[in-house]
């Protein structure tokens, strides 16, 4: 005989390992198979209820499944209750079984014993699939006539069930669910509601049939307000709060796009923010509520500008929750009316010092999305100050947010300059590589800053080279503008200080420094190598101060790497000290000599050609080290597996525009040198089929290196643009394999080529994320077949989307050539903040068309991972 539920309780608790527990519930759940067999059936409820406890602790227990049927079938309440109960716990609406339960659960809806009824609505609520719901909606529908106010409001949830499998037979019950409005048991109102509402979203075409029952829904919501103390419905001093939020998000339903309605509820909505208590969290739940109307509808300016600071005063608020609601609730509705969350700006800033971390993030988004030309300088330093102690996984986000609002609005190069270098000194080794690229790009271009931007850099890396970014940065500036070290620094303005010249002795101590330091990397090694290259000239260029034993010493650091078993090293260290020797003295300068100013006007036309490969800190999507070496996922050299190098370390500084690697006959007039693409391209004679295989998981397919091209002239053969290499000994030449950043000489600019843009087409639209292409033809006449495709990302939802990756994959007669996307994270409601550029050349121009297989994913607001993917077949003939 097996035991009471009660004693298998105990016996459960008194278990002290969980293999105790398993052998209770096995020697048990035998006994109730064995009882199931015997048809005991004074025990069969008494079994049932035991399962269910089994079930709660995650044992299987879906062999009672018929127990309960047979338990349902009964006369008696008490064994239809456990069999009701255990239908709904132990069976799912796809288990074939419950087809069986259909006829019994019809009589019980007939059945004289209101309690009886309520057990069988309760069940087709929760269990009906869509034959059930069509054999008992009348029955269901008779009982919302019912004279029993329990019976109408079970019968109005269990309706709910109904619409949701059978949307047909809405029309059919529009009259009768309206005419619930006109009860007076607040039950049944919360059930009519939440049954109208439910419709509502379900088919918005029926919003214009209930848009009749506004003034109904305001006069009930003012009976509410006005009600004195009711005992049955008082919760905190409140009067059925449950009631009013149900009633004031169906306004909000209601109000949504119709003018008309909006107007007659803006005077209950503001009676409702001004005159509900906030002292418990019944009155906040109604104000978060009359909030999320007042923002849904057509409310009036001074209506919106009421909930607003409400939300400001939640924000006050000790309970984190509330205050959660309010950041995110901001976020939202920052984009209608900027002006009055502006008021709560001191407000949000104090958010960043919560201790939750999740108030923190959703401040600092909100933050990011208030950041204008009168307030970038203040809410900059507070992001900057948060950036000390914010969690390490939160860094790299958080810099990419900061590097949107300096290129955005920053108020004058200096400043930009400064946060910039704070940046890269307080999280340096967590941002994303392109960031140090910017850093290096703004000073090129700010002649006037260089001194004192080579200045700071200097002092910060003595003081820490523990940031790689900075590192990066810092020996790129000393190599670069080194003489500029040997002069003093004049104070700039009231907020800067005048800076003491530095002896070439401490600059080499700083360089040696680095290269000995124990978190020195092969590429911090390589950097300085090239600045001591540099260094070399430059420390020429002011003989009067620079001793010759200081010049020994720098060929000495120069020579230190002769036999490093990293190749690299070996290898530049060899060519540097060649190209110190004498003989060469005629090239020498060209090779040392200082980057020229870049042109805003030549950057923006060179944006134009090459869309997907910007200048202003977008994300590269490679690390730091991979940028030099060529090493982007796979962890590789020289780009021969996964995509090849972006040259996401170079493109910021326009090598290619300095060193003339326009595109033409040597580089098959792509307007990208032969050594590294842009991105992955596929080989004509590469029969892999990347449809078959790209999305069969989230490995990157692996795609060979373009071939280097031919160098014509002398001062080529010294510098590839991309990469950049340097000759062993005359004759010049290079090494294919060999990708430390080069010196950088001075070139003329080759004129920008026009671009003809002649379509645009919609490639992907789902859940708030559109891609929309521009196609062009690069060059028409030289090459027909070749397409730019530049892919813009719309984030249409309210919430931030993080680590978007795009993918996509073209039949075998199309080459493909994918480069990196411009960033990572989508903003709130942006359009084409990030671009991606697809290169790609149809063989059977003419014959196919292109397509595209396309793989998208990226994370929601929530956390969690989405993947989607598609086909792309529209484009128009000529593609």
């Known amino acids: 005989m097996t035991m009471r539920l009660r004693e298998l309780i105990r016996a459960v608790r008194a278990c002290k390992t969980a293999a105790e527990e398993r052998a209770v519930i096995a020697k048990e759940s035998a006994l109730i198979r064995t009882a199931i067999k015997e048809e005991h059936e004074q025990y069969r409820h008494r079994n049932v209820a035991k399962l269910l406890f089994i079930h709660m602790l995650g044992y299987p227990s879906h062999f009672g499944q018929m127990e309960c049927l047979k338990l349902i079938a009964s006369p008696h309440f008490f064994e239809k209750r456990i069999g009701y109960l255990g239908l709904s716990l132990l069976l799912t609406e796809q288990e074939e079984v419950l087809t069986l339960v259909t006829n019994s659960i019809k009589n019980d809806l007939n059945s004289p014993n209101p309690f009886v009824v309520g057990l069988a609505l309760s069940a087709v609520g929760n269990l009906a699939t869509e034959d059930i719901a069509r054999d008992l909606a ?19 949830l269990a309706t709910i069930r109904i619409f949701q499998k059978v949307p047909d037979l809405v029309e059919d019950f529009i009259e009768r669910i309206t005419s619930l409005l006109k009860d007076r048991s607040h039950g049944v109102l919360i059930a009519a509601v939440e049954l109208m509402t439910e419709v509502m979203k379900m088919d918005p075409a029926f919003t214009s049939a209930f848009s009749r029952l506004v003034p109904s829904v305001l006069r009930l919501l003012r009976n509410l307000l006005t009600m004195g103390y009711a005992p049955d419905h008082d919760i905190a001093g409140i009067t059925d709060p449950f009631l009013q939020v149900k009633l004031l998000y169906m306004l909000q339903c209601l109000g949504r796009d119709n003018a008309e309605a909006s107007e007659a509820m803006n005077d209950l909505l503001a009676q409702v923010a001004t005159n509900t208590e906030t002292a418990k969290n019944a009155g906040n739940a109604i104000l978060y509520q009359c909030v999320q109307t007042i923002m849904s509808v057509e409310s009036e300016a001074g209506l919106r500008v009421l909930g607003i600071n409400i939300l400001g005063r939640f924000l006050l608020n000790r309970d984190n929750n509330i205050r959660y609601v309010a950041l995110n609730t901001l976020s939202k509705v920052v984009g209608r ?20 971390v999740s108030i923190r993030q959703r401040a600092l988004e909100l933050i990011c999305q208030l950041v204008n030309p009168q307030n970038v300088q203040e809410l900059t330093r507070e992001m900057l100050n948060y950036l000390v102690v914010a969690l390490p996984e939160h860094k790299a986000s958080l810099c990419s947010k900061i590097m949107h609002v300096v290129e955005t609005y920053a108020p004058s190069p200096l400043w930009r300059l400064d946060t910039l270098i704070t940046m890269l000194a307080i999280a340096g080794d967590a941002c994303d590589p392109s ?6 790009y703004y000073l090129s271009t700010a002649e006037d800053l260089q001194r004192y931007a080579v200045h700071k850099l200097f002092l910060l890396l003595t003081d820490d080279a523990s940031q790689l970014g900075l590192v990066l940065a810092a020996v790129w500036a000393i190599g670069e503008f080194g003489d500029l070290l040997l002069q003093a620094q004049p104070a700039l303005d009231e907020d800067t200080s005048a800076m003491e010249p530095q002896t070439p002795a401490a600059v080499l101590d700083a360089l040696e420094e680095v290269v000995t330091n124990h978190g020195a990397t092969q590429v911090t090694r390589g ?16 003989s009067p101060s620079v001793s010759d034993a200081e010049m020994r010493r720098l060929a000495g650091l120069l020579s230190r790497y002769d036999t490093s078993l990293q190749l690299e090293l070996q290898q530049r260290s060899c060519e540097f000290r060649q190209v110190l020797a004498p003989g060469v003295e005629g090239v020498r300068p060209e090779i040392v000599g200082r980057i020229p100013p870049l042109d805003e006007a030549m950057l923006t036309a060179r944006r134009g050609r090459f869309p997907g490969r910007e200048d202003g800190g977008g994300k590269r999507g490679v690390s730091m080290e991979g940028s030099l070496f060529g090493e982007e996922g796979t962890g590789k050299k020289g ?47 590469e029969s892999a089929d990347l449809l078959s295989d790209i999305f069969a998981s989230n490995v990157p397919v692996a795609m060979p290196a373009s071939a280097p091209v031919a160098l014509s002239t002398p001062f080529d053969q010294v510098v590839v643009a991309e990469e950049g290499h340097l000759p062993h000994a005359p004759p010049p030449s290079f090494s294919s394999s060999s990708s430390l950043p080069p010196p950088t000489p001075s070139a003329p600019l080759p004129p920008a080529l026009p671009q003809q843009t002649t379509a645009s087409i919609t490639a992907f639209d789902q859940d708030g994320l559109r891609i929309t292409m521009e196609l062009s033809k690069p060059s028409p006449a030289d090459d027909p077949s070749a397409s730019l495709l530049l892919c813009r990302f719309d984030n249409r939802t309210d919430v931030t989307l993080t680590n978007l990756s795009f993918q996509c994959a073209v039949p075998r007669y199309v080459k493909l050539e994918l480069s990196p996307a411009s ?28 397509q595209l297989k396309i793989k998208v994913q990226y994370t929601d607001g929530r956390g969690q991972p989405i993947t989607k993917m598609g086909t792309v077949a529209n484009f128009p003939a000529g593609y």
């Open 138 to 156: 009348m029955d269901v529908d008779k009982h919302l006539k019912s004279n029993n106010s329990y019976l109408r409001k079970k019968a109005a």
């Open 337 to 356: 009316d900027a002006a009055s969350v502006q008021r709560h700006r001191n407000t949000i800033v104090e958010c960043l010092k919560d201790p939750d």
């Open 435 to 440: 960031i140090p690229h910017a850093l290096v």
């Open 527 to 542: 950097y300085v190598l090239v600045a001591l290259l540099k260094l070399s000239d430059r420390f020429a260029a002011a």
């Open 639 to 685: 780009g021969k597996e996964g995509p090849a190098a972006s040259g996401g370390a170079t493109d910021l500084l326009d090598l290619e525009e300095i060193f003339g690697g326009a595109p033409g006959p040597g580089n098959g007039g792509n307007g990208m040198t032969g050594a590294v693409t842009g991105g992955a391209s596929l080989k004509g004679g």
């Open 823 to 850: 960033g990572s994270t989508l903003l709130p409601n942006t359009a084409g903040s990030v671009t991606q550029a697809v290169r790609v050349a149809n063989s059977l121009l003419g014959q196919k068309p292109l």
